[in-house]
């Protein structure tokens, strides 16, 4: 894990409430994993708390890193106004990250709004040396555009969206459950609302699939030193930024409740 005081190179309207940003970060690039985290320093005091944003897309040639983000509160409204030549801090990168040691294998990456944040970087692991399925979904439009900065090549690629207006009407489980019809599906990796997650993870485990959830919890520090970020779940208490954000969905979703233990992704 590094603190790097990171200049930006870029700091893109992608559209709605949605940012692209770029920074020239320090070794912090050459070590992230698709899934880990960075914690983003605002400059105002008043928000004395980092904020957490999954890394978008690191590249290890150049140090840089990018982050996608939508304006939410105050820091993430303060990080939308800074401009190329502004310096940003950054700790991480933080988190276990998404399993990418996989070779030759059928793989679905499902990511949902927001949650299309860390898939830039899963998506250009996993396809040197696997068979990827991408679904992305979102509300609209505007919620799908981040995908333009993707590179998909040799990914077969399924847009869905709430209202239509882009690729498929209608959610990301039932493009999901279409796709098992015809194939076989080795490891599903999954990012973005709790309800979604929730959904994609019992289809996965009834198929008897494996299947990973990137989670999201309110975080105050970011590094394992508060219970900000803990979660109950089928194997005990967790903490999301240290032994997550990345979830096994079998001990977070239990497909055969024997009582009512229901998934922590609430
Ligand atoms: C591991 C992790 C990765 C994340 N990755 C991204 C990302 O790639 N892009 C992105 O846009 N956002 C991401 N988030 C959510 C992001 O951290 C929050 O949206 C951000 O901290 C809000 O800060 P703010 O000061 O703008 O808003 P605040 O004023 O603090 O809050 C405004 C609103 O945001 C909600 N919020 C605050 N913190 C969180 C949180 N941790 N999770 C969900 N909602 C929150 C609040 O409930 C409130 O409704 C991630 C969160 C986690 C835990
Ligand atoms: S945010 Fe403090 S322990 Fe996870």
Redesign the pocket.
């Known amino acids: 894990m590094f603190l790097e005081e990171c200049q930006i190179l870029e700091n893109k309207f992608v559209g709605d409430r949605y940012y692209l940003m770029k920074i020239q970060a320090g070794k912090s690039a050459g070590v992230s994993k698709a899934g880990q985290?960075f914690m983003l320093k605002c400059k105002n005091d008043i928000?004395v708390l980092r904020?957490?944003?999954?890394l978008?897309f690191a590249d290890s040639e150049n140090s840089t890193l990018e982050?996608?983000?939508?304006?939410?509160?105050?820091?993430?409204?303060e990080f939308s106004s800074l401009k190329p030549g502004d310096s940003i801090n950054v700790q991480g990168p933080l988190?276990n990250g998404f399993n990418t040691e996989v070779e030759d294998k059928e793989i679905m990456v499902i990511g949902g709004g927001?949650g299309i944040?860390p898939t830039k970087y899963l998506i250009e692991k996993l396809s040197k040396n696997n068979r990827v399925t991408f679904i992305a979904g979102g509300r609209d439009a505007g919620a799908v555009k981040i995908l333009e900065n993707l590179n998909l090549d040799g990914v077969k690629v399924c847009v869905v969206t709430d209202d239509g207006s882009v690729g498929e009407k209608g959610n990301v489980v039932s493009i999901m459950q279409k796709v098992l019809i015809d194939n076989k599906i080795d490891l599903v990796q999954t990012c973005g609302p709790h309800k979604m997650m929730e959904a994609v993870a019992k289809v996965a485990l009834e198929n008897d699939i494996e299947c990973e959830v990137s989670l999201?919890?309110?975080?105050a520090c970011g590094i394992k030193a508060c219970v900000g970020c803990s979660i109950k779940t089928l194997d005990g208490m967790k903490k999301?930024c240290y032994d997550g954000?990345v979830f096994n969905a079998k001990i977070i979703v239990d497909v055969n409740p024997k009582e009512n233990v229901g998934c922590s992704c609430n």
Request: glycine share 14%; proline share 7%; net charge positive.
């Open positions: 985290f928000r904020r957490p944003i999954s978008h982050f996608y983000y939508e304006v939410k509160g105050g820091g993430t409204n988190g927001m944040a999201e919890e309110r975080m999301v954000p």
